[in-house]
T-cell receptor
Framework: EDKVVQSPLSLVVHEGDTVTLNCSYE??????LLWYKQEKKAPTFLFML????IEKKSGRLSSILDKKELFSILNITATQTGDSAIYLC????????????FGTGTRLTIIP | EAQVTQNPRYLITVTGKKLTVTCSQN?????MSWYRQDPGLGLRQIYY???????DKGDVPEGYKVSRKEKRNFPLILESPSPNQTSLYFC???????????FGPGTRLTVT
């Protein structure tokens, strides 16, 4: 059974702090790992990672994948209150038909 | 074990033949939602339900129907499927809107 586990489940930090969110996975036929941010009703896409060791960056957010140790991290530097959200990790597999398994997310709360 | 189940997992059908994808959760969650995942478009919300007999349209409701007669079940109905509804569908549930969502395993639908 494919599994995606995110940690911590919940995190509360002060504005300006740096946070690291973790996503580990056990899947068959790994294809890619995706990060989403969910503030309202539907998650919005952040990153797709397919190769180990290559950092993807978007503003204050960055993410990296380790395919040997089967995990990814999402870093947010200089956090702002607008970063408060649930961050979802999902892993895409390829059995001929694509399969996507989600973690349950990390709830991040930024205190002003 | 807390989970969201979907059936079927894979379905190939022809244009116009009515189909239903079932979704069931065992966590007594109030909020349930259907998404479709398409390459390059991310997750898009189809319909959601805040409680029994309360449903509302998401971002892409055209061509779909839902019902919420019982708390645990939230079926997605395609009255007359068309090829542009070929996609990967996810059901999700959470305690309330805005809380961590539990995703089902996904249903890969192909309409020819």
């Amino acid at each position: 059974e494919d599994k995606v586990v995110q940690s911590p489940l919940s995190l509360v930090v002060h504005e300006g702090d740096t946070v690291t969110l973790n996503c580990s996975y056990e899947v068959t036929n790994f294809r890619s790992l995706l990060w989403y941010k969910q503030e309202k009703k539907a998650p919005t896409f952040l990153f797709m990672l397919t190769s180990s060791g290559i950092e993807k960056k978007s503003g204050r957010l960055s993410s990296i994948l380790d395919k040997k140790e089967l995990f990814s991290i999402l870093n947010i530097t200089a956090t702002q209150t607008g970063d408060s959200a649930i961050y979802l990790c999902a892993v895409e597999c390829n059995f001929g038909n694509e399969k996507l398994t989600f973690g349950t997310g990390t709830r991040l709360t930024i205190i002003p | 074990e807390a989970q969201v189940t979907q059936n079927p997992r894979y379905l190939i059908t022809v244009t116009g033949k009515k189909l239903t994808v079932t979704c069931s959760q065992n966590m007594n969650h109030e909020y349930m939602s259907w998404y479709r995942q398409d390459p390059g478009l991310g997750l898009r919300q189809i319909y959601y339900s805040m409680n029994v007999e309360v449903t509302d349209k998401g971002d892409v409701p055209e061509g779909y129907k839902v019902s919420r007669k019982e708390k645990r079940n939230f079926p997605l109905i395609l009255e007359s499927p068309s090829p542009n509804q070929t996609s990967l569908y996810f059901c999700a549930s959470s305690f309330l809107d805005g809380y961590e969502q539990y995703f089902g395993p996904g249903t890969r639908l192909t309409v020819t």
